[in-house]
């Protein structure tokens, strides 16, 4: 379940992003979001772990997509859309279900 619901936000918050956001307040929202899927499955270290990182990654992934918009010939920008978006829902599904064990 967090698995799908990461993939989800993470849509949404590119399509947010065009609207002026900023990165940090939409990687806020999604920690959040995490937060709250995950409150009940994991310890306190594991899960302020998991958010903190979370926040992290998809910071620096939006200020990259950020950086990269405006370039000529887009495929930066694309290939940064595209390979990002895969690890960062990858790993949550790694860690979901060979770490903790949480079915999605």
Excluded: C
Excluded at 85 to 91: A, E, I, N, P
């Amino acid at each position: 379940m967090p698995t799908l619901v990461i993939a989800l936000t993470l849509v949404s918050l590119v399509r947010l992003g065009h609207l002026g956001y900023k990165p940090w307040e939409l990687a806020l929202l999604l920690a959040l979001i995490a937060g709250v899927v995950l409150w009940g499955s994991l310890t306190l270290s594991q899960w302020l772990l998991n958010i903190g990182l979370t926040y992290a990654a998809v910071t620096t992934w939006l200020w990259g997509l950020q950086a990269t918009d405006h370039i000529g010939g887009q495929a930066l920008h694309w290939l940064l859309l595209i390979s990002g978006f895969v690890l960062l829902v990858g790993s949550r599904l790694y860690l979901d279900m060979i770490v903790y064990g949480i079915d999605f």
